[in-house]
């Protein structure tokens, strides 16, 4: 009887894939236009002209209607074909806002607790804030 050959096919190794994580890309509606990045109280806000944003309180003495001008720019897009990223800061680049309300946000309460020692601490916060409606990106 003849012997059967058997046909080998050679084993592939293992292809090492890298996962490649893509950022989501938000859609900025057209009628808005260009907006720009900018850094107030240790955060960042993308802002658009005519856009209302809530922001951690600033230093200084500020009344409702004053001019506020953030000069922490770090991106500029004019909304069609041109985008300014700064290193970090864009020179020059200024967003200019009006104060339209202070405020304090609603009550954070703290509880600390010891079991059996009958020690209970309970401390209650209110974080001030600004709304700021954003008049002129430059």
């Known amino acids: 009887m ?3 050959k058997k046909e080998t ?3 592939k190794k293992a292809e090492k894939k890298e996962k490649i994580s893509k950022a989501k890309k938000t859609k900025i509606p057209a009628e808005k236009g ?3 990045v900018i850094e107030a109280g240790g955060k960042q806000y993308r802002v658009f002209v005519g856009d209302v944003i809530k922001i951690e309180i600033i ?3 500020h009344k409702e209607g ?3 001008v953030f000069d922490k720019v770090l991106l500029i897009d004019n909304g069609k074909d041109v985008t300014d990223i700064g290193t970090p800061y864009i020179e020059g680049a200024k967003v200019v806002g009006t104060l339209s309300e ?3 946000n609603p009550k954070v309460t703290v509880i600390k607790y010891k079991q059996k020692s009958r020690y209970l601490k ?5 974080q001030p804030y600004f709304k700021i409606k954003i008049d002129k990106i430059s």
């Open 59 to 61: 230093k200084g003495e």
């Open 34 to 36: 260009g907006f720009a």
């Open 2 to 4: 003849p012997i059967a």
């Open 66 to 68: 004053d001019q506020i």
């Open 102 to 104: 202070i405020g304090r």
């Open 122 to 126: 309970k401390n209650g916060h209110r």
């Open 9 to 11: 096919k050679p084993i």
